[in-house]
């Protein structure tokens, strides 16, 4: 098993910048890659980022790239996500993940093995 706790949500205004992380602990070992999801009301989870176990590798979602920058630290098991000109419509609630295999990127919700609780990021206008 490998549990992800996620920091860092809150509340920014637009075109500010936040940085999640998401410590890793247990079977770090059997990662392949981690992700970033996140969820507004009313919708479906959606891929933001992943980079893989080695940090050699990251893939973003359109929406999100030249803004937001996934790196990982693998001596601390920690995964970052660097938001910057954040806006409205960044505002949801975001997951860290995990997942066991291959190929890179993993980008389906149903890729991901484990999952953290959640930390809400609020964008105002």
């Known amino acids: 098993q490998v549990q992800l706790v996620e920091s860092g949500g809150g509340l920014v205004q637009a075109g500010g910048s936040r940085r999640l992380s998401c410590a890793a602990s247990?079977?770090?070992?059997?990662?392949?890659?981690m992700g970033w999801f996140r969820q507004a009301p009313g919708t479906e989870r959606e891929f933001v980022a992943t980079?893989?176990?080695?940090?050699?590798?990251?893939y973003y979602a359109d929406s999100v790239k030249g803004r937001f920058t996934i790196s990982s630290d693998n001596a601390k098991s920690t995964v970052y996500l660097q938001m910057n000109s954040l806006k409205p419509g960044d505002t949801a609630v975001y997951y860290c993940?995990?997942?066991?295999?291959?190929?890179?990127?993993?980008?389906?919700?149903?890729?991901?093995?484990?999952w953290g609780q959640g930390t809400q990021v609020t964008v105002s206008s």
């Open positions: 980079i893989h176990w080695s940090g050699s590798s990251t």
């Open positions: 993940a995990a997942t066991k295999a291959g190929p890179f990127p993993r980008v389906a919700r149903n890729d991901y093995n484990y």
């Open positions: 247990g079977r770090t070992f059997s990662t392949y890659a």
